[in-house]
């Protein structure tokens, strides 16, 4: 999956995207085995970040990112973007805020691209919060690894 992502990760840099990864590749890259088949990012929900972000989601080739407008996506929760990779785009998440979450980001190097995502204990909160079975399993496979 995060080959297939190599484009966007560049873009985003290129564009000054604030961004976190959260969700399924979150917690594959802390350590989950599981398979996820979508990047979900949490973003500076923020006039200039939506529109940094729709101008790097062009760039790296989600046609889909012209069919909305900077404001249109900062008024939804979460925005899907399904080209060649799928992307979720969230405003907002339970359990975290972004301004504290990019605070305590992490940055993973990977294959000659940088990214960033949520710290493990924001992973957790998040994750608890949501509180979807699968999210729930991810807490506790996450929280074996600190004992």
């Known amino acids: 999956m995060l080959n297939q992502l190599r484009g966007v990760f560049s873009s985003f840099r290129k564009h000054k995207v604030k961004y976190v990864v959260i969700g399924g590749i979150a ?6 085995p599981r398979a996820t088949f979508d990047l979900d990012i949490l973003i500076e929900a923020t006039d200039i ?3 940094r972000l729709l101008e790097a989601l062009l760039e790296a080739g989600l046609g889909t990112a012209s069919l909305i407008t900077a404001k249109g996506l900062l008024a939804h929760e979460i925005t899907i973007f399904k080209d060649r990779v799928r992307v979720d785009v ?17 940055t993973i190097h990977y294959q000659g691209q940088e990214f ?3 710290s493990k204990e924001d992973l957790i909160a998040s994750k608890r919060a949501a509180g979807r079975e699968v999210d729930l399993e991810d807490v506790r496979l996450l929280e074996l690894d600190n004992e």
């Open 116 to 118: 960033y995502i949520l």
């Open 49 to 51: 970040n939506a529109k």
């Open 90 to 106: 969230q405003t907002d998440t339970p359990g975290v805020k972004f301004g504290d979450v990019w605070e305590k980001r992490k």
């Open 27 to 32: 917690s594959v890259l802390h350590g989950v």
